[in-house]
């Protein structure tokens, strides 16, 4: 089912945390909300979950208007955080809460709950309690629990939020198999832009409460709307006044076409990766990402002069 | 952290400090009840006035026990859950009848429904007795053991947080589904141990309805009261034996809830 926000607002006291918010998230598509923390994606989430009311605007979920529907009759999942999980219920019980509620015949719940456990790979934790769970198993298992309605759609509240970063890793890359067999519409909150970028089909960069850009990955980095959004998607330096990607710059020996001169301050090695930190006499300083190999064909050391452009085609952002 | 040798005096303190306060008086109360064996005890407390004061006690701990189960836990839910004008006054008045005596309890209510007031004889007219009857006595008891079923549940209430009962709601329980199923399983040892302290103070409530109920032998005379009455006329051994009876239930109820009660953590 497609979802339709239009001119969202909402206030908590004077804090505006959404300002005429506006999206539409296509049916059937993974989509993130990603933008720095306090930036609203998460009260946009609720509130199309139900579980917050908006100030103004109007919410559609496959076409009806949900706007004043509680989140009991919207058919969303919701994963938190925090798992949310029932803590006396077993893990099968959790996942047959929602079809006890309505009311389903014993056998087919079992039959359904053994099905989703297989799906999230937790069949044999199915008799554990949320307290003798890893925080990957738990937020497993809540998936299932909100998967087990067969809701139209799936909202994530920064689902990976509180794990380590192995687990997360691992669990991105699940979630995406995940859509990828169920197909149901999928939003999720985020502010790891790496996160958005490996999971999603489409993003939706909130910052201030605003929409700055809405977009497919490749999209936003190769045509960031501001520079808001071309910072916070990836890497960036400054030359000139202008946003740069450090790795679409080149650097030389000897003065080219529109370069400017910079002395080297810094060479740090990442592995193939060389960061390049250089000031350019009293107009402050930028850094370069290149190959070791151009580093060493170029002898980079701190304290020499070098020559710096954008290469033909950079992405750039005015300074905003 | 203190020394090992700091940490024994402690230990020694406290424990001396809650024996010569709590075991000690307890302790010989019980002593001198069985000084003659159980069989004085037990013809005291089947008397026909012990009996009657045992039904008057229960009858009135069981309403308030009720009462202040349902009013604590909507209390609880109100405070923690909802914020609306006022909330910090109510938060702190629900404590007041910790803080006030029973006796000021007794009489205030005698003020609000006694015969001599408007509201009183109005009620009387229409055959409602409040004061020297049960309902004075059940609205005594009620007030003084309000806030101890609200103080157990909501920090707990706060503890859980509403999460779980969101998620319920996405899950399709309405709110009274996802209270009865999510948030009552959550706060349930809370609220027994809540429901525990109230029945003891229901129990043990002397002040307040002995000014309420006029202490009416054989009709509203409740367990305490039977108590004080026995030792003014010089049945010491009645009045122990109710005493130890009532300390019995008290202690065994809280006895029975603390091996109930799952270990911290588990």
């Known amino acids: 089912m497609a979802i339709t926000v239009s001119h969202l607002t909402k206030r908590f006291g004077t804090f505006a945390a959404l300002s005429d918010v506006s999206i539409d998230i296509p049916a059937g598509s993974l989509t993130a909300l990603l933008g720095p923390s306090g930036g609203g994606k998460s009260t946009l989430l609720r509130i199309i979950a139900g579980l917050e009311p908006p100030d103004a605007g109007t919410v559609q979920i496959g076409g009806t208007d949900s706007t004043t529907l509680p989140p009991q009759r919207r058919n969303v999942g919701f994963v938190f955080q925090h798992y949310a999980a029932f803590k006396h219920m077993t893990v099968a019980g959790n996942v047959a809460f929602g079809l006890e509620i309505r009311r389903q015949p014993k056998a087919a719940v079992k039959r359904r709950v053994d099905e989703l456990l297989e799906l999230v790979h937790m069949e044999q934790f199915a008799d554990r309690y949320p307290a003798q769970l890893s925080g990957g198993q738990r ?26 970063a192995q687990v997360r890793k691992e669990l991105r890359a699940w979630l995406r198999r995940l859509h990828d067999e169920v197909h149901v519409t999928t939003v999720f909150v985020t ?6 970028m490996e999971v999603a089909d489409e993003i939706v960069v909130i910052n201030n409460g605003r929409v700055e850009q809405v977009g497919t990955p490749d ?12 910072g916070f998607l990836g890497p960036v330096t400054r030359l000139d006044g202008v946003l740069v990607r450090p790795h679409d710059l080149e650097l030389f020996d000897r003065p080219e076409p529109s370069s400017v001169a910079a002395t080297v301050q810094r060479v740090v090695r990442l592995g193939f990766e060389v960061r390049v930190d250089l000031e350019r006499d009293g107009k402050g300083e930028l850094w370069v990402q290149i190959t070791r190999g151009e580093a060493e064909k170029l002898a980079v050391t701190p304290g020499i002069e070098l020559f710096v452009r954008p290469v033909a085609g950079a992405v750039t952002a005015g300074d905003g | 952290m203190p020394s090992r040798g700091g940490r024994g ?10 024996l010569a306060l709590l075991a000690l008086p307890l302790g010989l109360i019980c002593w001198r ?8 005890v037990w013809h005291a407390l089947t008397s026909a006035s012990a009996r009657h004061a045992l039904e008057v006690t229960g009858s009135v701990a069981v309403v308030a026990v009720v009462a202040n189960t349902l009013s604590g836990v909507g209390l609880a839910v109100l405070l923690v859950r909802h914020r609306f004008p006022g909330r910090r006054l109510l938060d702190a008045l629900v404590d007041l009848p910790l803080a006030v005596s029973p006796v000021v309890v007794g009489l205030a209510l005698i003020l609000v429904y006694g015969r001599t007031t408007g509201f009183g004889a109005w009620l009387a007219e229409h055959g409602v007795k409040v004061i020297f009857a049960l309902p004075g006595m059940v609205l005594a008891t009620v007030f003084v ?23 319920a709601w996405t899950l399709g329980a309405s709110a009274a589904q996802a209270f009865r199923r999510v948030t009552l399983p959550a706060i349930r040892w809370a609220l027994a141990y809540g429901v525990v302290l109230t029945l003891a103070r229901a129990l043990g409530e002397y002040g307040a309805v002995a000014v309420v109920s006029g202490r009416l032998v054989g009709k509203t005379q409740t367990a305490t009261l039977f108590v004080e009455e026995r030792y003014q006329n010089f049945d010491q051994p009645a009045a122990y034996a109710m005493a130890v009876a009532l300390a019995a239930v008290a202690v065994g109820i809280l006895l029975v809830i603390n ?8």
């Open chain 2, 33 to 40: 009840t069985f000084a003659n064996g159980a069989g004085p």
């Open chain 1, 219 to 230: 999209e936003l980095y190769d045509k960031p709307a501001n520079a808001f959004v071309m």
């Open chain 1, 139 to 164: 937020q497993r298992m809540a998936l299932a629990r909100a998967l087990a309605v067969e809701p139209e759609v799936l909202l994530l509240d920064e689902p990976f939020g509180a794990l380590d």
């Open chain 1, 191 to 196: 502010h790891d832009q790496e996160e958005a």
């Open chain 2, 9 to 18: 005096a402690l230990r020694a303190v406290a424990v001396g400090y809650l």
């Open chain 2, 145 to 167: 053991s309000l806030p101890l079923v609200l103080r157990e549940v909501a920090p707990v209430l706060e503890e859980v947080g509403i999460e779980q009962e969101q998620a």
């Open chain 2, 259 to 266: 091996l109930l009660r799952p270990r911290e953590g588990s």
